[in-house]
C-alpha cells in the first residue's frame, strides 16, 4: 500500500459540492491526511461542520484565519496532493489568473505538489471560450485538469459539465501523485480499446467465458481520455465500470461481435490496444433451450469446441492490407514462462508492443493492482511494476508515446 499523503481538497460553489464528501472519505479511507479548504461560496451547500468531520482538521475559508500558524502559506507547502472538486468556472478563473484572494487560492498559488482540478459547471460555462483558455492555461502550467463527464447538471439539462464520481476523481489523482500529470499527447488523437471477458454461449444460461474484470481496458480507456483522446471503447463481460469521460462504449458478448466492432473501428483508429480477455474457443453449435441433465448430459460433457478468430492478428492483417495506420498493442496473460511466452506471441500476432502479465494463483483478474512487461517488436522490453491500474495505464501510455503515433501529415500523403 502507497504510504499516506497530506492531501488538500478545495471545494468551490457548485451543486456538485456534495460529492467532495465521498471524496474526503475515499482518501481518510486510503489513510491519508485530508484537509478540505472550501470557497466562501461552497459553504452554502455543505456545512463546515461536516467537512471538519469527515476530514477529522479545521476547515477555513479565508487568508485571514490562523494568522499565526501563517496558513495560506503553510497549507500548501505541506501538501502531497491537491485535488479541486468540484472546480466552478469561477474558481477555474481565479486560479488562472494567479488570484490569492482566499484560501483555496492562496493555498495553489504556493502549492509545489501535483494539482488536480475536477471541473463542474453548466455545458455553455465548459465551452465558453474564455473557460477553454483558462483551461489551456492551467495545463501549460503542469496543472491537471479532468474533463467533466456528460450527464444529467442542474434542472434538465444534459451535457458535458457534469463532476466524474468521486471513485475517479481519486484513483485519477492518485495517478498523478504516482506518474506526474497528465499530459494532452493524445490531443485529437482517435483511440480504440477493448476491454473485458467475452462470453460464448452453450445454451441460453450457460457460457464459456474468463475471469477478466474489464478494470485494465477501462483504466486505459480513462487515462486516454484525460490526455486528449477521442476515444472508443469495445467493452465485453466488465464488472461494474464508469465510463471513461466522453468515451463512446460499445457492449458486446462474444468473440466474434468484438472482432466485427473492432474491425469496423480500425480504419479511424491512431492507435488500438486489445485489452479484452477475449475467448480463444466458442462450442461448435449453441442449443435453443436450456440443456438438461439426464436428458442432455453426454452432451453437457461432451461440448465440442471450435475455434474463434484471432481479433489482434486480423487487425494487424488490416494494418498490413492498408486498411488502418494505427500503432497496435496487444494483452498477453501467462501463468508461466511469462517473458518467453510474451515474446513468441508478439512475433506471433506482429503488434507493435505487448503487455505481458502473469495471473498465476488468481493474480490481475478481477484485482485492483497489475505488473508486468512491455515488450516491444524493436526487441525493447520495460518492467511495469506493480501499481493500481490506472497508475499501470499511465505508464503504458507514456511507453506507446514515446514508441511513437502516427503522424496525420503522413497519413495525408
Not at 140 to 161: C, F, N, S
Request: charged fraction near 25%; include cysteine.
Amino acid at each position: 500500500m502507497t504510504e499516506s499523503r497530506n492531501v488538500v481538497i478545495g471545494v468551490s460553489g457548485g451543486i456538485a459540492a456534495y460529492k467532495a464528501c465521498h471524496l474526503i472519505r475515499d482518501f481518510k479511507e486510503r489513510g491519508d491526511d485530508v484537509r478540505v479548504v472550501p470557497t466562501p461560496n461552497a459553504l452554502n451547500f455543505v456545512g463546515a461542520a461536516t467537512f471538519e468531520a469527515l476530514s477529522g482538521n479545521p476547515v477555513d475559508t479565508g487568508v485571514f484565519t490562523r494568522v499565526d500558524e501563517v496558513q495560506h502559506v503553510r497549507v500548501g507547502q505541506e501538501a502531497d496532493l491537491i485535488v479541486v472538486a468540484p472546480a466552478t468556472a469561477d474558481v477555474v478563473a481565479r486560479i488562472a489568473a494567479g488570484r490569492a484572494d482566499d484560501l483555496l487560492t492562496s493555498t495553489i498559488l504556493v502549492a509545489t505538489c501535483p494539482v488536480v482540478v475536477a471541473p463542474a459547471m453548466h455545458t455553455e460555462m465548459w465551452l465558453n471560450p474564455a473557460t477553454q483558455a483558462n483551461i489551456r492555461t492551467l495545463r501549460v502550467r503542469g496543472i491537471t485538469v479532468l474533463e467533466p463527464a456528460h450527464g444529467r447538471l442542474t434542472g434538465k439539462d444534459t451535457g458535458p459539465g457534469r463532476l466524474l464520481e468521486p471513485v475517479q476523481i481519486a484513483e485519477l489523482a492518485r495517478t498523478v501523485a504516482e506518474t506526474g500529470p497528465l499530459g494532452r499527447g493524445l490531443e485529437g488523437k482517435q483511440v480504440l480499446i477493448s476491454a473485458g471477458g467475452t462470453q460464448e454461449n452453450i445454451d441460453p444460461v450457460r457460457f464459456i467465458g474468463n475471469r477478466s474484470s474489464g478494470r485494465q481496458g477501462f483504466a486505459l480507456a480513462e487515462i486516454a481520455a484525460h490526455k486528449g483522446a477521442r476515444v472508443t471503447l469495445v467493452a465485453g463481460d466488465t464488472d461494474e465500470l464508469y465510463a471513461p469521460a466522453g468515451a463512446d462504449v460499445v457492449r458486446v458478448r462474444s468473440t466474434r461481435d468484438l472482432e466485427v466492432e473492432m474491425n469496423a473501428r480500425a480504419v479511424d483508429a491512431d492507435v488500438i490496444i486489445m485489452a479484452a480477455a477475449v475467448a480463444d474457443f466458442r462450442p461448435a453449435s449453441e442449443s435453443a433451450s436450456k440443456m438438461k441433465k439426464g436428458r442432455d448430459t453426454d452432451a453437457l460433457t461432451r461440448i465440442e469446441l471450435v475455434e474463434n478468430p484471432d481479433v489482434l492478428r486480423g487487425l494487424v492483417d488490416q494494418r498490413r492490407a492498408g486498411e488502418t495506420a494505427a500503432t497496435i498493442v496487444g494483452f498477453a496473460a501467462e501463468t508461466d514462462n511469462v517473458l518467453d511466452n510474451g515474446k513468441a506471441k508478439l512475433k506471433r500476432k506482429g503488434a507493435d508492443m505487448l503487455m505481458v502479465n502473469s495471473v498465476a494463483g488468481g493474480a490481475v483478474f478481477g484485482q485492483a493492482r497489475n505488473s508486468g512487461w512491455l515488450l516491444g517488436s524493436d526487441g525493447s522490453v520495460r518492467e511495469v511494476p506493480d501499481g493500481p491500474k490506472h497508475v499501470v495505464a499511465a505508464r503504458i501510455w507514456d511507453a506507446i508515446e514515446a514508441f511513437g503515433l502516427p503522424d496525420p501529415r503522413e497519413l495525408a500523403n
